[in-house]
């Protein structure tokens, strides 16, 4: 019965390409052209890989993105349970002030980002929200996007879903690390370009931008007059001394530059979903009518346990936080690069790793799929995040060390089991 409801699953999503009820946008989140490029489809692939995972049962993942060994302190948890008594009605589209408020001091701060409370930030639904919405208000259908690839897995179908026509900028695998190519990127912009869509950290690869790369990106988009969007999620997850900088608080970029941020990955608050958008007022202005025609508010108890965060003294429990990531990446690496046929990078942020296994002889679907079958242990095929992400798979180190420990076990055994021969 499971393998015939996956089945109906995956023909349901392939017949939806054709199906005349469904609108464009939706078929162009399908993300057909994958399949076309030899590919496969990075929606029907997730979907396969979680039903399977949920049928195999008993299944250690590796391939989250939440915090699964750490709450946020005891004043934060304390403001979300007092905030069910003390406010319980909708906080306004805006959010409530002293939380915008807040938010304003925090750029200021730690991000060298002015921005007016009033009409330049506005709360959402964690960082996806910002996304969405950004994308929502600035693209027209067949407009230009530059988009990162290897990148997070929903920012392309967000892009298709509002119409832009995406143009991939490589990261650059030298075998051991990713990094930024600015003539990739100098390559293929334009001033065709609407937009270009990146996240910092880069999820999955790690990739933390330096200040000297964010002036060569901002003057490219300022000569060539196009936006862009940065997602900031994990400004808070760094390692090996990295230093996160906004490329808003740079000249001439406040005006073109649309930023999200989350209290989601850097403070363990998944569960909370609040997040929030920083940008030029003009854009803010759709953005409330984004807000106000479709949720109408977001959640009082994310913003007060948000507000006290931003209010109260984090500094100890993140550099517990960060410690305690950065033993256990350093872990996983290890663990990783004993594996034949592996060879993994050492991210400066974010917590995943990306490794290249193309010396196991399987494609990063095969092997995700080999590793859950033999191994019961679930993690993330690369193309996923962009066909520059093929030969890679995402493997998450946010999890428990017991967690993590257990899946490496795992994954392996499964190894072990591989009937082909592997090169180093």
Known sequence: ???????????????????????????????????????????????????????????????????????????????????????????????????????????????????????????????QQVIDSTLRILLNRDDDVLLFDPEYASTEPAIRMAGGRITPVPLAWDGAEWRFDFEALARVASHKTKLLVMSNGNNPAG??????????????????????????????????????????????????TVTGFSFSKGYAMTAYRIGYMVGPAAVMDHMHSILRFSIQACSAVGQRAAHAVLTGDMQPWLADNTANLQRKRDYLVQRLNRIPGIRCNTPRGCYFVFPDIRGTGLTSLEFCEHVLREGRVSVTPGFEFGRHGEGHVRVSFCFSQAQIEAGMDRLEQAMARLPQPVSA
């Open 207 to 256: 990739v933390v931008y330096t200040q000297s790369q964010l002036e060569q990106i901002a003057d490219l988009a300022r000569t060539l007059d196009f936006w862009v969007f940065s997602d900031e999620e994990y400004e808070k997850t760094l390692f090996d001394g990295a230093v996160h900088h906004s490329i808003a608080a740079l000249p001439g970029m406040h005006e073109r």
């Open 1 to 127: 019965m499971a393998d015939t409801k996956r089945q109906a699953r995956r023909e349901r999503l392939n017949a939806a390409a054709n199906a005349p009820w469904l609108a464009d946008r939706m078929k162009s989140a399908l993300m057909p052209e994958y399949e076309s490029d030899g590919f496969p489809n990075p929606v029907t692939a997730a979907r396969h890989l979680g039903d399977l995972a949920e049928e195999l049962g008993d299944v250690v993942s590796l391939s989250g993105g939440t915090i699964g060994d750490r709450l946020p302190p005891d004043f934060v948890r304390d403001a979300a349970r007092e905030a069910v008594d003390k406010y319980p009605h909708y906080p306004g589209v805006k959010g409530y002030r002293d939380f915008r408020v807040a938010l304003a001091a925090k750029l200021e701060r730690d991000n060298a980002i002015t921005a007016d409370p009033d009409d330049e930030i506005l709360p959402t639904i964690g960082c």
